[in-house]
């Protein structure tokens, strides 16, 4: 619960870029705020700070940490709620140990993530691991839907200043592939709830009956899905795939969310290292297994616990050479498609790839039409339709496109594929039943060993709220709205039966659509090249895709949208964008102290944050505060303020800088309050009269190694030292 020591904004502490770039922008943001009476806190979602929340009875009494995550999924569940979140890592098993290793060097006894648990202890360690890693924010925080779109003067900017596209060719041999049967989207079975119930999960084999999930409770109506994706059709499915790829003579690529779906996507990865590497599996397998070998985590471990056995590298070395070539994280640095699980994210590596014209990197640094594998069919169409349509028709032309805005359901973990509890590895062949409290069996599914199973659901409350946002957003933008639900799908079939009667009760049935997501891509598409609008109503993953799919396509980045969360017990949510935590840009900063992350996404929720809270608590002031921050973001787009890229011109902090004076010359310009006039009037002419001294001060710092004390775990003081290195400004905000 809110109390009188909540802050009234709680601005979140995360990982990487962004969290690096709060070092700059969160003291500006303080002390304007101070002016209007408004207090901005911080709760630490970060990995490091999860991981050293968890473990309270292995650290020292000043090492230990509250548990802010679990702090602010209370906060969320009040109308008092004002939080602005920013990208936080979602670890993959790598980036987890990671960060396991750099906290344990810097004196905190955790311990370490067991790979393989065998007593009760190691098994306790390895859950409280598992609850960390993965999507494990975003389904605490998300009580409400989401309600994402580029804001106007984001989308005006992009028309005016259209950004690079790659040339699409009709003969490009660059495809989607994704299995025609026995992946999730094939298995699916769903079912809506007459009335609350409690269900477990058992797989019933000839050895007897094994409990995987007991006590799963469902409230009346929830909508509950289950499915499986079949070991043996997956591995049929990436050895076909391979050869195709290497006759076509073009790139292989997987791509996954390892991240998001933390239970069943690294096993899927992990299916495609060995189907890639597949001879070497065969002869070396068990020697691999006993160096420690798994290959979910990817080529990049793999090789690092193979690295001393010659006659491994030698095999591998062989296949490697006579598989199609892969496409590159890094090419220069030989980082593969296959070397780390959470490097190639779906939402963000193929609207890249799709912007590019096609293109992927291959090993020799250079272009090419590249194979998209994505094993699920579930949503793959929504990628080989828009290859297709851009095939057929040329790229799209950012000056003149319009825009799709997205309406997502999220709230109260509604379709928490693959990082739910309820995703299992199956053991050993048999059946496995999801069975309510009276006995019924809901669903049933024959299973064999290495099969992987999965359950999700949405509730009710939050499925009505979500149609209910979408007919808010339709009547005020007035355009075309598409709800994304195939009829010929199982879960979807559920959501339209409950989508219907609402647009009908409400006499706007007329103006929604309901396609499936292939023929919602092509419509939408359409729309957009033609400059119009489209509003597409998705479920969670979906909403996860597209919020990175058109605004890549129609902004050059995710990371500019502006992301509402509306809480549905009346709080606000404001998520600065999509983008990721941008590692590569951290070590840009680390190799030549130039921080390129844009923060524009920051800038854009602030001013939403202030409006709700005017809003809220009848806080004129904050009113003020945000349109100033509107005003200022406008002014870093018309002046052309945001960061570069290359290392000796203006980066993440010299946006800063601007956005600070821009925001306080629009707070001492404006007329609707003499006193916040009066108090950033000097502030503004303070900040125009050090121009040269603090863009000299900020450049003076770039080109050189910086040290942060840490990747994961930071030292804060080292971190605003190279984040604040411009007396000047530091004099005048404090």
């Excluded at 070092?23 to 002390?31: V, Y």
């Excluded at 690294?266 to 160096?291: N, R, S, T, W």
């Excluded at 499936?516 to 400059?531: F, M």
Aim: charged share 25%.
């Amino acid at each position: 619960m809110a109390d009188s020591t909540t802050p009234d904004i709680i601005y979140t502490k995360v990982d990487e870029a962004p969290e690096l770039a709060s070092a700059s922008l969160l003291p500006i943001i303080q002390k304007f705020a101070a002016a209007a009476g408004v207090t901005v806190g911080t709760k630490d979602i970060s990995l490091a700070g999860r991981i050293i929340s968890a473990f309270p009875e292995a650290l020292s009494a000043e090492q230990r940490i509250d548990d802010d995550l679990a702090i602010l999924g209370d906060l969320v569940k009040t109308p008092e709620a004002n939080v602005i979140k920013l990208p936080n890592i979602s670890a993959s098993v790598p980036q987890l140990v990671a960060a396991v290793k750099e906290l344990q060097a810097q004196g905190y006894k955790l311990p370490d993530y067991p790979e393989e648990p065998a007593t009760d202890a190691e098994k306790a360690v390895r859950a409280k691991y598992d609850a960390i890693k993965g999507s494990a924010v975003n389904p605490v925080l998300r009580e409400g839907n989401s309600d994402r779109r580029a804001a106007i003067a984001v989308k005006k900017f992009a028309q005016a200043n259209p950004h690079r596209m790659g040339d699409w060719s009709k003969d490009s041999k660059t495809r989607v592939a994704s299995m025609s049967g026995g992946d999730f989207c094939s298995n699916e079975v769903s079912a809506t709830l007459a009335k609350a119930a409690t269900a477990k999960i058992v797989l019933e084999t000839a050895s007897g009956e094994t409990v995987l999930k007991e006590g799963v409770k469902f409230p009346e109506g929830t909508v509950v899905d289950a499915t499986f994706m079949s070991a043996k059709a997956l591995d049929a499915f990436l050895l076909d795939e391979i050869a195709k790829t290497k006759a076509e003579g073009v790139l292989f690529s997987l791509h996954m969310k390892a991240t998001m779906m933390k239970v069943s996507d690294p096993i899927i990865f992990g299916h495609a290292v060995v189907a890639y590497l597949k001879p070497v599996f065969d002869q070396y397998g068990e020697k691999m297994k006993a160096l420690g070998v798994n290959p979910n985590s990817g080529l990049g471990d793999l090789l690092e616990r193979v690295k001393d056995d010659a006659e491994i590298m030698g095999a591998i070395d062989r296949v490697m050479k006579d598989q199609p070539p892969m496409y590159m994280v890094n090419s220069d640095k030989g980082i593969t498609n296959l070397h780390v699980p959470s490097d190639v994210i779906i939402d963000a590596s193929m609207p890249a790839l799709i912007r590019a014209g096609g293109k992927g990197w291959g090993p020799d640094g250079k272009e090419h039409d590249t194979v998209c594998v994505i094993p699920d069919n579930s949503y793959a169409p929504v990628y080989d339709e828009t290859i297709k349509f851009f095939k057929e028709h040329g790229k799209l032309n950012p000056a003149t496109a319009g825009t799709v805005q997205n309406i997502g359901l999220m709230a109260q973990k509604a379709e928490e594929y693959g990082s739910h509890p309820t995703t299992f590895e199956i053991p050993e062949a048999g059946t496995v039943k999801m069975i309510l409290d009276d006995g019924t069996v809901l669903h049933s599914h024959k299973v064999e060993a290495g099969d992987i199973w999965r359950s999700a659901s949405a509730r009710k409350a939050p499925i009505e709220d979500w149609v209910n946002l979408a007919i808010d957003r339709q009547r005020i933008e007035g355009c075309e709205a598409i709800f994304w639900l195939d009829e010929d799908r199982a879960h979807d079939a559920e959501l339209i039966k409950l989508v219907k009667p609402i647009l009908e009760a409400k006499g706007v049935a007329d103006k929604f659509a309901i396609m499936s997501p292939a023929k919602a891509t092509v419509q939408a598409l359409k729309t957009i090249t033609a400059g119009g609008n489209s509003i597409a109503i998705t479920g969670n993953v979906l909403r996860d895709y597209l919020t990175d799919l058109f605004p890549i396509l129609e902004l050059a980045t995710s990371a500019k949208m502006l992301s509402i969360v509306k809480l549905m017990q009346g709080g606000g949510l404001f998520e600065t964008g999509a983008g990721g935590s941008a590692p590569k840009h951290v070590q840009q900063l680390q190799e030549e102290n130039h921080l390129r992350w844009d923060s524009l996404g920051e800038f854009c929720a602030l001013g939403e944050s202030f409006k709700f809270l005017a809003d809220a608590r009848g806080n004129a002031k904050a009113q003020v505060l945000g349109e100033g921050v509107d005003v200022a973001t406008q002014g870093i787009l018309d002046h052309d303020r945001s960061p570069s890229r290359k290392v000796g011109e203006p980066d993440n902090r010299d946006s800063h800088y601007w956005f600070a004076r821009y925001w306080a010359e629009a707070l001492a310009a404006q007329t609707k309050d003499a006193d916040l006039a009066a108090e950033f009037a000097p502030v503004a002419k303070a900040l125009a009269d050090g121009e040269a001294a603090i863009v000299a001060e900020l450049a003076a710092v770039q080109g050189k190694p910086a040290d942060l004390g840490g990747y994961y775990h930071a030292d804060p003081e080292k971190v605003a030292a190279v984040m604040r290195p411009s007396k000047t400004l530091n004099a005048i905000i404090g």
